[in-house]
């Protein structure tokens, strides 16, 4: 079949590579001039597959008018009648019992993922500054300690490696750990989470795709829609013409909706803005990626860089001037939690912002749709990087299923 994918970030182009290793003819179109420019450029870099609990949970619900009112830092609301009806909706899912079961589901198709990314890796050889670094997340006070045995229990008998350190245990795991202005009262500690640069992998898996495969891909070139006849899809219009097509796989991100509202399709998704900072290393930069959970960001290493990244703003635009002032944020938090981390002084500092595509269930939207040939791969939220080679995956699979029926 020939299909176009639109979307170049990861996962797009995860998408696009199961799309092709199936016989497709595969084309990705992507508005920015190159693969990986938009929310997958700058990311945490933490593929978190023991770490993916649902947003929705009682625990979220308590915490819900401190966000509201913008009274955590690590938030900022900009409220608006759409987001408070998928608010409603998120309250849905909230219940212990949902959110676990959410959870479950999340944690095995990170399991497959993770999977699926060994066999990438050695299918391909690229390479994106992967490592098996392990994660830590700083918790503090007995309901955080509690509710993360409780999530550890539930992920047990999936094989999960999860365990709770103290404070001087974790030290023994990181020593990184003893020049953090505190020693964290507990962490939860994985030794099979890795990172990698999210936005490395895109584009060096879209350059094995255009070397190996028939795929090819289009930047620089803005859709704007699908074209269907007899409610089948057969081309993707273009500002400079079209692609004539069989299927279309929709990786758009937050921008989804905007091309499926015309034919009649709406995605319960709204856009969580993250930030980040990429800094040289500094004295003692961790190995372990750490995540400062209180803070609500995270610590990565990539190779001889630090990259900050974090907050969780429901806002919609946000200029360059806002953009510096929650990495300024983010840069202030970091230096007063962890000053021998990074180089804080550097003088070129890379600063990001990116808006992570959210579902009221946490989970991601990998399905056909009730357009002969449309499929959507979207949704991921804070997931995308680690959930990428599981989706992508998983859509191929059900392009294949509907080409048979």
Same mark, same amino acid.
């Given at each position: 079949?020939?299909?176009?994918?639109?979307?170049?970030?990861?996962?797009?182009?995860? $998408?696009?590579?199961?799309?092709?290793?199936?016989?497709?003819?595969?084309?990705?179109?992507?508005?920015?001039?190159?693969?990986?420019?938009?929310?997958?450029?700058?990311?945490?870099?933490?593929?978190?597959?023991? &770490?993916?609990?649902?947003?929705?949970?009682?625990?979220?619900?308590?915490?819900?008018?401190?966000?509201?009112?913008?009274?955590?830092?690590?938030?900022?609301?900009?409220? *608006?009648?759409?987001?408070?009806?998928?608010?409603?909706?998120?309250?849905?899912?909230?219940?212990?019992?949902?959110? /676990?079961?959410l959870s479950l589901k999340t944690y095995r198709n990170a399991l497959r993922s993770n999977e699926l990314m060994q066999s990438l890796?050695?299918? =391909?050889?690229?390479? &994106?500054?992967?490592?098996?670094?392990?994660?830590?997340?700083?918790?503090?006070?007995? /309901?955080?300690?509690?509710?993360?045995?409780?999530?550890?229990?539930?992920?047990?008998?999936?094989?999960?490696?999860?365990?709770?350190?103290?404070?001087?245990?974790?030290?023994?795991?990181?020593?990184?750990?003893?020049?953090?202005?505190?020693? #964290?009262?507990?962490?939860?500690?994985?030794?099979?989470?890795?990172?990698?640069?999210?936005?490395?992998? =895109?584009?060096?898996?879209?350059?094995?795709?255009? *070397?190996?495969?028939?795929?090819?891909?289009?930047?620089?070139?803005?859709?704007?829609?699908?074209?269907?006849?007899?409610?089948?899809?057969?081309?993707?219009?273009?500002?400079?013409?079209?692609?004539?097509?069989?299927?279309?796989?929709?990786?758009?991100? =937050?921008?989804?909706?905007?091309?499926?509202?015309?034919?009649?399709?709406?995605?319960?998704?709204?856009?969580?803005?993250?930030?980040?900072? $990429?800094?040289?290393?500094?004295?003692?930069? #961790?190995?372990?990626?750490?995540?400062?959970?209180?803070?609500?960001?995270?610590?990565?290493?990539?190779?001889?860089?630090?990259?900050?990244?974090?907050?969780?703003? &429901?806002?919609?635009?946000?200029?360059?001037?806002?953009?510096?002032?929650?990495?300024?944020?983010?840069?202030?938090?970091?230096?007063?939690?962890?000053?021998?981390?990074?180089?804080?002084?550097?003088?070129?500092?890379?600063?990001?912002?990116?808006?992570? #595509?959210m579902t009221p269930n946490s989970q991601p939207i990998v399905s056909a749709t009730p357009i002969d040939g449309l499929f959507i791969? =979207?949704?991921?939220?804070?997931?995308?990087?680690?959930?990428?080679?599981?989706?992508?995956?998983?859509?191929?699979?059900?392009?294949?299923?509907?080409?048979?029926?």
């Amino acid at each position: 079949m020939r299909i176009a994918v639109i979307g170049a970030g990861v996962v797009g182009v995860a $998408t696009a590579y199961y799309l092709s290793l199936s016989g497709h003819d595969v084309t990705v179109v992507d508005r920015n001039a190159g693969p990986g420019e938009g929310t997958s450029f700058a990311n945490g870099g933490q593929l978190s597959y023991s &770490f993916s609990d649902a947003l929705g949970s009682p625990e979220f619900i308590r915490a819900l008018p401190g966000l509201v009112m913008n009274k955590d830092e690590g938030a900022r609301v900009a409220l *608006s009648p759409g987001l408070a009806l998928w608010g409603l909706k998120l309250l849905r899912h909230s219940s212990r019992r949902q959110s /676990d079961e959410l959870s479950l589901k999340t944690y095995r198709n990170a399991l497959r993922s993770n999977e699926l990314m060994q066999s990438l890796r050695e299918h =391909t050889g690229i390479e &994106f500054d992967y490592r098996d670094s392990g994660k830590m997340i700083n918790i503090s006070g007995a /309901d955080a300690i509690r509710r993360a045995e409780h999530a550890i229990r539930l992920k047990n008998e999936y094989g999960c490696d999860n365990v709770i350190l103290t404070g001087w245990e974790a030290v023994e795991v990181e020593p990184a750990l003893k020049t953090f202005s505190e020693l #964290p009262e507990a962490c939860i500690y994985s030794s099979g989470d890795q990172v990698g640069d999210a936005q490395m992998f =895109t584009a060096s898996l879209s350059e094995w795709l255009s *070397s190996n495969t028939t795929c090819r891909f289009e930047y620089g070139e803005p859709v704007s829609g699908i074209s269907t006849s007899n409610r089948r899809t057969n081309a993707v219009e273009l500002q400079s013409g079209s692609i004539d097509c069989d299927a279309v796989v929709v990786c758009a991100g =937050t921008d989804s909706n905007a091309l499926l509202r015309p034919l009649g399709l709406k995605l319960p998704i709204r856009g969580m803005r993250g930030y980040s900072v $990429t800094l040289p290393v500094g004295e003692h930069p #961790p190995v372990t990626s750490i995540t400062a959970h209180a803070q609500h960001f995270v610590f990565s290493r990539l190779g001889e860089r630090i990259r900050i990244a974090g907050f969780a703003d &429901f806002i919609a635009e946000c200029d360059d001037q806002q953009v510096r002032q929650r990495t300024d944020d983010l840069l202030r938090i970091a230096r007063a939690i962890a000053p021998a981390t990074a180089d804080y002084d550097a003088a070129e500092k890379h600063r990001w912002s990116g808006v992570r #595509p959210m579902t009221p269930n946490s989970q991601p939207i990998v399905s056909a749709t009730p357009i002969d040939g449309l499929f959507i791969n =979207t949704g991921h939220g804070m997931l995308g990087w680690t959930l990428a080679c599981a989706s992508g995956d998983t859509l191929a699979t059900l392009v294949r299923e509907g080409a048979a029926s």
